[in-house]
Every structure is written in C-alpha cells, then in structure tokens.
C-alpha cells in the first residue's frame, strides 16, 4: 500500500532526506559517501535551513558528566554517543577544507566547547559531495506523505512548484525537517497559551513536517516537547527579520537581575540565557524585565559572547529596535520608572534588596528563588532596565529514535526504512541545551550511515568507500583545480 496515489512520475534512489539543514546536509553526504543514491529534498527555494542563518558555532558538552550535569532529564544514550563522537565529526570538517577554528572557545553556554566555522561552506561541501556520488539535490519540493508496504517506509511523495505529485521510492527515509518551532498549533499544544507570544527566531519552513510524517508511520513521541531553544530579544521591536536573530539576542541576561511584570524573580539568572529564554515563556504575558548596573553595561552587553557575532552594543541596538527601557543614576530611580511600565513597586523593592543581601553573602536563597554564588548585585551607577520577551529557533521534542538514528515506535521498536535527525529527534536536549549545528551535523550521520546500510549492499558500499581517495573529495578537486589554474 502507499499513502497516497496518482502520482505523476516516480523515481527510484536509495535514501531519501528530507530537509536540507546541517542534519539534513550530513545524513545526505554520509549516505551518498557509502554507496547510496540519494535525493536530498528541500521544500524552500534556499537551501541550509536554520543553519544557513546561524553564527556557524560547531559546539556541544565536553564530557559526558557535562551533559549529565547540564542536561539531566536529556536521553542518555544520544548524548554519550554525542559526546564520544564530536572529535571524529570535527576531524571530518577539518579535512573538507571548510574553515574550522584552530583554538576551542570554551564555556558556550556556561558549559560547551566548540569551534568557531565557516557553517556555509560546510553546507556547500555536503550538497557537492551528495552530487559528486551522483545523487540530487532538489529544491522546491515540499514532501507530502510516506510511502509504505505494510511494514516497511519505501519512499516519499512530494509536491513540486507546479503542483506535480513526485514519488521517491526508496528503501530508506530520513526526516531532518527542522523540529516544529514554527506550528503555532503543536507549539500551544506542548509549551502553552504563551506559545502564541514566541517570536520564531528560524527558518519559516520548520512548521513540524518531520514530526507529523513519523507520526503517521508510527513513531512514538518523546519527552522534552515543552522545552525549546532561543534567546531572549527587546519587548516590543518594530520589526524582526533574519538579519535581526543574532544582533537583537540578549545574551548577557545572565549578568542581570531578572524579574517579571510582578516584579518578582523566577529563576537563577546565571543558568544562561537560552534557560531564561524558555522560563520566561511560562510568566505573566512571557515578558521579563533585565535589571543591571554600568559594569554589566560596558563589559557582558558589548562583548562578543562567542567567536563570529562580534562585539556590538546589544542594549544599544535593543533600544533603536523599539525595546521598552529605563536608564537612571540610581537604583531607586529605575525602580520608579519601572514601577511606571505597571510593576509593583513594592514588590520590585523587596525583590532587590533580598537579593543584593543575599548575593552580598555568597548566595543561597531570596524570597524563595535561588540566588547564585557568583551572582553580582547592581550597585555601580547609571542603572540600566530594559523590557524583554521570549524567542523560538527550534524544539527539543519529537521524534523518537535510537543512536542510530532509527526512529522508534511506542514500544522502542525501529519501524523498518525510517530516520530521523537534528531537531526533528527529540529527548538529546531537555530544557537544557547539547547545541545546534554539532548535534544535527552528528545525528545526520548516525542516520545517513544507518538509511546507507538498509539500502545498499555490503559489497556496493565498500566499493564505493575505496574509490573516493581523499584527493577526488569536494575540498580535494578544489585544490586540484586551483594548483592547475
């Protein structure tokens, strides 16, 4: 049987990927690096997906303890497998002649390590390995179903731009769609009436295509599908673009004092900003308040919070974006502007004091909130306040899969020809973060080697290995035909 049926015109490859971000870029290269015939299939015009919008940080945990300590509801498994296999990954980036950092930035995230690259020509390197083995990449094609016997995925069918229905057969599937940051329906569904308030900091084509294809295949659902990645931005901004995610992203929220419309605070600000991002979600109307002194102004707010963003004045850039803020030369001078915007006055008093007492102290506990050791109250004037709200680059739930990247039914069982990678798998982050582009460029592998090994023989992967020496690579012809121009 298949899911659906008068199609146009069939094609026959041995992987199909869908999707064509970092993890949809590497299951493709890994697959067609084995022997396998692949369609890599993008429904945008514009390949990369999120990716291609990314500041090109290639980071995750350094250990395995620091996946456990940083992600404790995380799934296991994937992360050990993670971890163990980021060197590998970066030694493959490395020999692709795409430009990877020679030093690691340390502490991404108040945790990672990584390397600053060049996340562009990674994506052109896989699409140019994928057509050196002869397989395609397409753009324009939106996948509309699965293909199935009764057993086992066989392929695809996907619309084109002219409306003609396409089927892929194919003994292997692997979804890399993105996650579902971009369906308000599934975002309201996991996270909440706040959903709505989530400004999508992504590609707008990762509206949980993936998700909903595994669903219909029988895929189980996994935990963290409350907890997203992104950062905090300016409350309101005129306008929010692509070119807007990385400069308008608060990263320095960590250095303040923040507190809700109440103004009270809600969570140990110096977790980091992605986990403040996703806390404020669940406050009265997801807007926050960053409270902090001229210190944090003229050190954390221009400092380039990891290699390719550069040093800019994000306080200052939050403002001409239409963020709602204060400036004053005291502190009890800014809590009555604040006091102006509808915040309890009283009770942003109390928040602050406590706080400052406790921080005085070394830490511990302020009005039932967690105040950190290495916490540092405002107490250098001019004082600085400024309105924010929360974003959305991708989720953390969705498909369940093994490290392998076979996605799983409600029992655990792999469901024959089906894969999944990147932000469509769910449970490697929980709350907590592992990364972006390491992840998916990892887990794309773990898909595309497994969907190669379903789909073509032992004897055609081996000869296909052997006859891709180093110097016929994407980056090696580059070399080769530099040397003789």
């Known amino acids: 049987m298949s899911f659906s049926e008068n199609v146009d015109e069939t094609r026959q490859v041995d992987v199909v990927v869908v999707g064509s971000g970092i993890s949809g870029s590497a299951a ?15 429904k945008q015009e514009t390949l990369g997906g999120s990716a291609a919008l990314s500041a090109g940080m290639f980071w995750t945990a350094p250990t395995v303890e620091a996946y456990k300590a940083r992600i404790p509801l995380g799934n296991l498994e994937l992360g050990a497998r993670l971890v163990d296999d980021y060197e590998d990954a970066l030694a493959e980036l490395r020999a692709s002649g795409a430009r990877v950092a020679a030093e690691p930035k340390r502490n991404i995230m108040t945790f990672g ?3 600053s690259t060049d996340i562009h020509a990674i994506l052109e390197w896989c699409r140019q390995e994928v057509r050196l083995a002869g397989g395609d990449v397409l753009t324009g094609l939106a996948v509309t179903g699965l293909e199935h016997d009764g057993g086992s995925v066989t392929g695809v069918t996907a619309r084109d731009a002219g409306g003609r229905l396409i089927r892929y057969t194919a003994p292997a599937v692997v979804l890399t769609t993105g996650g579902f940051q971009g369906a308000r329906d599934e975002l309201a569904r996991h996270i909440g009436p706040n959903a709505d308030r989530l400004l999508l900091r992504s590609n707008p084509g990762s509206v949980g295509d993936g998700l909903r294809l595994a669903r219909a295949a029988g895929s189980g659902g996994t935990t963290a599908m409350s907890t ?11 306008r929010f673009e692509a070119e ?8 320095y929220s960590g250095s303040t004092v923040m507190v809700n419309l109440r103004g009270e605070r809600f969570a140990d600000e110096t977790k980091g900003d992605e986990l403040l991002n996703q806390d404020v979600a669940f406050q009265p109307e997801a807007r926050g308040i960053l409270i902090f002194d001229d210190h944090v102004r003229t050190t954390e707010v221009i400092q380039e919070p990891f290699p390719g963003l550069g040093s800019i004045d994000r306080f200052a850039i939050a403002v001409e974006a239409g963020g709602t803020y204060a400036e004053a030369q005291t502190l009890d001078e800014l809590v009555g502007k604040i006091s102006a915007w509808g915040v309890d006055r009283d009770n942003l008093c109390a928040t602050l004091q406590q706080y400052a007492a406790v921080a005085g ?8 909130v967690q105040v950190s050791s290495t916490a540092r109250a405002p107490r250098t004037g001019p004082f600085y306040a ?11 739930g969705g498909v369940r899969t093994n490290s ?16 999944a990678a990147g932000a469509d798998i769910g449970g490697l982050s929980n709350y907590g973060y592992a990364g972006g582009l ?31 020496a180093p110097e016929l690579t994407y980056a090696g012809r580059k070399a080769t035909d530099k040397e003789a121009s």
């Open 28 to 42: 493709a290269m890994t697959a067609a690096r084995q022997g396998a015939k692949v369609a890599l299939l993008e």
């Open 113 to 115: 390590i990584g390397y």
């Open 228 to 238: 997203f990645y992104g950062h905090l931005l300016p409350y309101p901004v005129h």
């Open 244 to 251: 807007d995610y990385l400069p308008y992203s608060q990263y």
């Open 361 to 368: 102290n070394g830490g511990g506990t302020a009005l039932g």
């Open 386 to 396: 400024l309105m924010v709200q929360p974003s959305i680059t991708f989720t953390f």
């Open 404 to 419: 392998n990247g076979e996605a799983l039914d409600y029992d655990g069982r792999p469901i024959p020809g089906l894969y």
């Open 438 to 468: 390491a992840p998916g460029y990892i887990t794309g592998r773990w898909a595309g080697r497994a969907a190669a090994e379903r789909a073509t023989p032992s004897w055609t992967r081996g000869a296909s290995e052997l006859s891709r």
